[in-house]
């Protein structure tokens, strides 16, 4: 998934000095905080590309603040999960990843979820990726609108697209060649 997904960062447009990935035992649930809340933020602006990428295991939890209709918030697990008692430590809630992506400073983030349970997630591997892009250039992404479930409280409807592999009560499919979702994007 990582190989294919570098290959559509690269078509995008990205550098490679544009893309900070966590993978192996990296992706842990500060260090993809942290990865949100100041490297794809720092020195973006309103007309910059931001692309945010995991790929890895996600689930679901009970809602921690009644906001969720199924009773469930989506979680992305990552490298650090654990369960202690009958409770796990260390998720990253659709909640929490929605109150930061709002965050980062453009008008053209794209959120792309590969696991289980990721329809609403967006509220493994992490990939950060940021662009500085003159909107008038050859070949400039356009600005798309989500009309999907993702809009962020706060956040500006054209401002940001999401896919995700599945939605909240499915599983996402892989092959040996990686899973599904990421290979369609490099296909």
Not at 31 to 42: H, Y
């Amino acid at each position: 998934d990582l190989v294919h997904m570098q290959e559509v960062a690269r078509i995008m447009g990205f550098a490679p000095d544009e893309i900070m990935i966590l993978r192996g035992k990296q992706p842990t649930a500060a260090a993809i905080r942290n990865g949100i809340a100041s490297w794809l933020t720092e020195g973006v602006g309103p007309d910059d590309m931001a692309l945010f990428y995991y790929t890895g295991h996600g689930s679901f939890i009970a809602d921690s603040d009644g906001d969720e209709q199924d009773g469930q918030d989506e979680i992305l697990c990552p490298s650090d999960i654990r369960a202690v008692g009958d409770r796990l430590e260390n998720v990253f809630r659709d909640d929490e990843f929605g109150s930061l992506i709002v965050r980062v400073p453009t008008n053209r983030c794209y959120v792309l979820i590969d696991a289980c349970h990721s329809g609403t997630a967006s509220r493994g591997q992490v990939k950060f990726v940021k662009k500085r892009m003159d909107l008038t250039e050859p070949g400039a992404v356009p600005v798309g609108r989500h009309r999907g479930q993702f809009t962020p409280e706060g956040a500006r409807p054209s401002a940001y697209i999401a896919l995700s592999a599945c939605l909240d009560n499915q599983s996402a499919l892989a092959s040996e060649n990686g899973s599904l979702f990421t290979t369609g994007l490099f296909l």
